[in-house]
Protein backbone atom coordinates (compact mmCIF):
# COMPACT_ATOMS: atom_id res chain seq x y z
CA UNK A 1 0.00 0.00 0.00
CA UNK A 2 1.34 3.44 -0.62
CA UNK A 3 1.54 5.38 2.46
CA UNK A 4 1.08 9.45 2.65
CA UNK A 5 3.34 10.83 5.21
CA UNK A 6 2.50 14.72 6.60
CA UNK A 7 4.28 16.70 8.33
CA UNK A 8 4.47 18.64 10.61
CA UNK A 9 1.61 17.11 12.93
CA UNK A 10 1.06 20.42 14.67
CA UNK A 11 2.29 23.96 13.67
CA UNK A 12 1.58 27.54 15.62
CA UNK A 13 1.66 30.92 13.28
CA UNK A 14 0.76 34.46 13.63
CA UNK A 15 -2.05 36.02 11.87
CA UNK A 16 -0.92 36.79 8.20
CA UNK A 17 1.87 34.78 8.34
CA UNK A 18 2.51 32.12 5.61
CA UNK A 19 1.80 28.11 6.56
CA UNK A 20 3.10 25.10 4.59
CA UNK A 21 1.95 21.85 5.24
CA UNK A 22 3.57 18.61 3.35
CA UNK A 23 2.45 15.23 2.38
CA UNK A 24 4.68 12.93 0.67
CA UNK A 25 3.39 9.65 -0.53
CA UNK A 26 5.85 6.35 -0.72
CA UNK A 27 4.85 6.52 -4.51
CA UNK A 28 4.22 8.68 -7.50
CA UNK A 29 0.42 9.03 -7.07
CA UNK A 30 -0.32 10.67 -10.27
CA UNK A 31 -1.14 14.20 -9.21
CA UNK A 32 -4.51 12.68 -7.07
CA UNK A 33 -4.53 14.23 -3.95
CA UNK A 34 -6.64 16.07 -2.50
CA UNK A 35 -6.56 18.58 0.80
CA UNK A 36 -9.70 18.83 3.64
CA UNK A 37 -9.93 21.06 6.50
CA UNK A 38 -11.28 19.53 9.31
CA UNK A 39 -12.46 22.51 12.43
CA UNK A 40 -12.91 21.05 16.02
CA UNK A 41 -15.95 19.23 16.60
CA UNK A 42 -16.95 19.78 12.49
CA UNK A 43 -16.84 17.52 10.14
CA UNK A 44 -14.16 17.73 7.14
CA UNK A 45 -14.57 20.19 4.83
CA UNK A 46 -12.55 19.38 1.19
CA UNK A 47 -10.67 22.27 -0.03
CA UNK A 48 -8.23 21.17 -2.95
CA UNK A 49 -8.80 18.39 -5.30
CA UNK A 50 -5.92 17.20 -7.85
CA UNK A 51 -3.27 18.93 -6.15
CA UNK A 52 -4.03 22.18 -6.76
CA UNK A 53 -8.05 23.12 -7.79
CA UNK A 54 -10.03 24.58 -5.06
CA UNK A 55 -13.53 24.36 -4.55
CA UNK A 56 -15.78 27.04 -5.01
CA UNK A 57 -16.13 29.14 -2.21
CA UNK A 58 -12.58 28.44 -0.88
CA UNK A 59 -10.60 31.46 -0.36
CA UNK A 60 -7.88 32.05 -2.53
CA UNK A 61 -5.32 31.73 0.64
CA UNK A 62 -5.58 28.31 -0.17
CA UNK A 63 -2.73 26.96 -2.51
CA UNK A 64 -2.05 23.50 -3.15
CA UNK A 65 0.99 22.36 -4.91
CA UNK A 66 3.37 19.22 -5.90
CA UNK A 67 3.29 16.29 -8.56
CA UNK A 68 5.18 12.84 -8.25
CA UNK A 69 5.27 12.02 -4.59
CA UNK A 70 6.06 15.18 -2.97
CA UNK A 71 2.28 17.82 -2.69
CA UNK A 72 1.94 21.07 -0.57
CA UNK A 73 -0.78 23.02 0.91
CA UNK A 74 -0.14 26.68 1.62
CA UNK A 75 -2.16 29.31 3.58
CA UNK A 76 -0.72 32.46 1.46
CA UNK A 77 -1.76 34.60 5.14
CA UNK A 78 -3.12 32.52 8.10
CA UNK A 79 -6.50 34.26 9.70
CA UNK A 80 -8.03 32.78 12.52
CA UNK A 81 -10.46 30.97 10.88
CA UNK A 82 -8.05 28.67 9.76
CA UNK A 83 -7.57 27.34 12.41
CA UNK A 84 -8.29 23.50 11.80
CA UNK A 85 -6.47 19.93 11.20
CA UNK A 86 -5.51 19.47 7.61
CA UNK A 87 -5.56 15.97 6.07
CA UNK A 88 -4.05 15.13 2.72
CA UNK A 89 -5.45 11.96 0.97
CA UNK A 90 -4.11 10.30 -1.89
CA UNK A 91 -7.03 8.45 -3.97
CA UNK A 92 -5.33 7.18 -7.12
CA UNK A 93 -6.00 3.67 -6.17
CA UNK A 94 -7.11 1.42 -2.98
CA UNK A 95 -6.82 2.06 -0.30
CA UNK A 96 -7.83 5.83 -0.28
CA UNK A 97 -5.01 6.64 2.89
CA UNK A 98 -5.73 9.70 4.86
CA UNK A 99 -2.46 11.67 6.15
CA UNK A 100 -1.54 11.78 9.72
CA UNK A 101 -3.02 15.66 10.05
CA UNK A 102 -1.46 19.03 10.55
CA UNK A 103 -2.91 20.88 13.67
CA UNK A 104 -2.69 24.42 12.82
CA UNK A 105 -2.97 27.36 15.92
CA UNK A 106 -2.29 30.80 15.92
CA UNK A 107 0.58 32.22 18.23
CA UNK B 1 -27.24 19.13 -3.78
CA UNK B 2 -26.17 15.59 -2.19
CA UNK B 3 -27.03 15.27 1.72
CA UNK B 4 -26.29 12.60 4.23
CA UNK B 5 -27.64 11.20 7.22
CA UNK B 6 -25.61 8.22 9.20
CA UNK B 7 -28.16 6.35 11.87
CA UNK B 8 -27.21 3.20 14.19
CA UNK B 9 -26.88 2.56 17.48
CA UNK B 10 -24.55 4.68 19.73
CA UNK B 11 -23.00 1.20 21.83
CA UNK B 12 -22.23 -1.98 20.64
CA UNK B 13 -20.22 -4.61 22.71
CA UNK B 14 -17.80 -5.74 22.18
CA UNK B 15 -17.23 -9.04 19.71
CA UNK B 16 -20.73 -7.54 18.16
CA UNK B 17 -21.41 -6.61 14.92
CA UNK B 18 -21.34 -2.55 14.28
CA UNK B 19 -24.40 -1.46 11.95
CA UNK B 20 -24.84 1.84 10.31
CA UNK B 21 -26.95 3.62 7.36
CA UNK B 22 -26.44 6.03 5.31
CA UNK B 23 -29.68 7.78 3.71
CA UNK B 24 -28.74 10.21 1.13
CA UNK B 25 -31.34 12.76 -0.21
CA UNK B 26 -30.98 14.61 -3.16
CA UNK B 27 -30.02 12.06 -5.93
CA UNK B 28 -30.86 8.56 -6.33
CA UNK B 29 -27.69 6.49 -5.04
CA UNK B 30 -28.56 4.11 -8.04
CA UNK B 31 -27.87 6.79 -10.94
CA UNK B 32 -24.42 7.05 -10.16
CA UNK B 33 -21.87 8.73 -8.06
CA UNK B 34 -19.96 6.68 -5.36
CA UNK B 35 -20.25 6.48 -1.22
CA UNK B 36 -18.43 5.62 0.84
CA UNK B 37 -17.31 5.29 4.98
CA UNK B 38 -14.60 6.88 6.96
CA UNK B 39 -14.24 6.97 10.38
CA UNK B 40 -12.05 9.05 13.02
CA UNK B 41 -11.50 7.36 16.97
CA UNK B 42 -11.58 10.17 19.29
CA UNK B 43 -8.76 12.98 18.88
CA UNK B 44 -7.37 11.02 16.47
CA UNK B 45 -6.88 11.62 12.20
CA UNK B 46 -9.23 9.99 9.29
CA UNK B 47 -9.17 6.46 8.27
CA UNK B 48 -10.89 5.49 4.81
CA UNK B 49 -12.96 2.12 5.93
CA UNK B 50 -14.58 1.30 2.10
CA UNK B 51 -16.61 2.77 -0.77
CA UNK B 52 -19.18 1.25 -3.07
CA UNK B 53 -20.37 2.36 -6.43
CA UNK B 54 -23.59 2.64 -7.85
CA UNK B 55 -23.78 -0.64 -9.00
CA UNK B 56 -23.36 -1.84 -5.77
CA UNK B 57 -18.93 -3.13 -6.28
CA UNK B 58 -17.54 -2.38 -3.22
CA UNK B 59 -14.03 -1.75 -1.79
CA UNK B 60 -12.36 -2.47 1.23
CA UNK B 61 -9.37 -1.21 3.46
CA UNK B 62 -6.87 -4.15 3.55
CA UNK B 63 -6.55 -3.48 7.59
CA UNK B 64 -10.40 -4.14 7.51
CA UNK B 65 -11.74 -5.97 4.45
CA UNK B 66 -12.26 -9.09 6.62
CA UNK B 67 -14.54 -7.82 9.24
CA UNK B 68 -16.56 -5.01 6.52
CA UNK B 69 -19.31 -5.13 4.46
CA UNK B 70 -20.67 -2.47 2.23
CA UNK B 71 -23.95 -2.69 0.29
CA UNK B 72 -26.47 -0.39 -1.28
CA UNK B 73 -30.28 -0.71 -0.52
CA UNK B 74 -31.75 1.45 -3.15
CA UNK B 75 -35.42 0.99 -2.54
CA UNK B 76 -34.60 3.28 0.74
CA UNK B 77 -31.86 5.39 -1.15
CA UNK B 78 -29.40 4.86 1.47
CA UNK B 79 -26.47 2.81 1.77
CA UNK B 80 -24.92 0.54 4.80
CA UNK B 81 -21.68 -0.94 6.70
CA UNK B 82 -21.78 -3.59 8.97
CA UNK B 83 -18.19 -4.36 10.87
CA UNK B 84 -17.82 -7.53 12.68
CA UNK B 85 -16.33 -8.80 15.78
CA UNK B 86 -15.44 -4.95 17.09
CA UNK B 87 -13.41 -4.09 19.93
CA UNK B 88 -12.29 -0.75 21.72
CA UNK B 89 -10.29 0.20 18.96
CA UNK B 90 -13.77 0.31 16.54
CA UNK B 91 -14.88 3.24 19.04
CA UNK B 92 -14.83 6.27 16.18
CA UNK B 93 -16.83 8.55 15.01
CA UNK B 94 -18.22 7.27 11.39
CA UNK B 95 -19.21 9.15 8.58
CA UNK B 96 -20.78 8.34 5.16
CA UNK B 97 -19.61 10.46 2.66
CA UNK B 98 -19.71 11.02 -1.63
CA UNK B 99 -17.10 10.43 -4.11
CA UNK B 100 -16.53 13.24 -6.09
CA UNK B 101 -16.63 13.46 -9.16
CA UNK B 102 -18.82 10.34 -10.25
CA UNK B 103 -15.77 8.00 -10.09
CA UNK B 104 -13.68 6.98 -6.80
CA UNK B 105 -12.77 11.15 -6.43
CA UNK B 106 -12.11 12.92 -2.99
CA UNK B 107 -15.08 12.90 -0.62
CA UNK B 108 -17.01 16.01 -1.73
CA UNK B 109 -20.37 15.62 0.96
CA UNK B 110 -20.39 14.19 4.83
CA UNK B 111 -22.39 12.93 6.81
CA UNK B 112 -22.41 14.68 10.26
CA UNK B 113 -20.89 11.99 11.72
CA UNK B 114 -22.76 9.52 14.15
CA UNK B 115 -20.32 8.44 17.63
CA UNK B 116 -19.98 4.52 18.08
CA UNK B 117 -18.44 2.96 21.28
CA UNK B 118 -17.51 -0.05 21.79
CA UNK B 119 -18.14 -0.79 25.32
CA UNK B 120 -19.76 -4.13 27.63
Known amino acids: DIQMTQSPSSLSASVGDKVTITCRAS??????VAWYQQKPGKVPKLLIY???NLLSGVPSRFRGSGSGTDFTLTISSLQPEDVATYYC?????????FGQGTKVEIK | QVELQESGPGLVKPSETLSLNCAVS?????????WGWIRQPPGKGLEWIGS???????HYNPSLKSRVTISLDTSQNQFSLKLTSVTAADTAVYYC?????????????WGQGTLVTVSS
Open chain 2, 97 to 109: ASHAGNTFGPFDY
Open chain 2, 52 to 58: IDYSGNP
Open chain 2, 26 to 34: GYSISSGFY
Open chain 1, 50 to 52: TTS
Open chain 1, 89 to 97: QKYNSVPWT
Open chain 1, 27 to 32: QDISGL
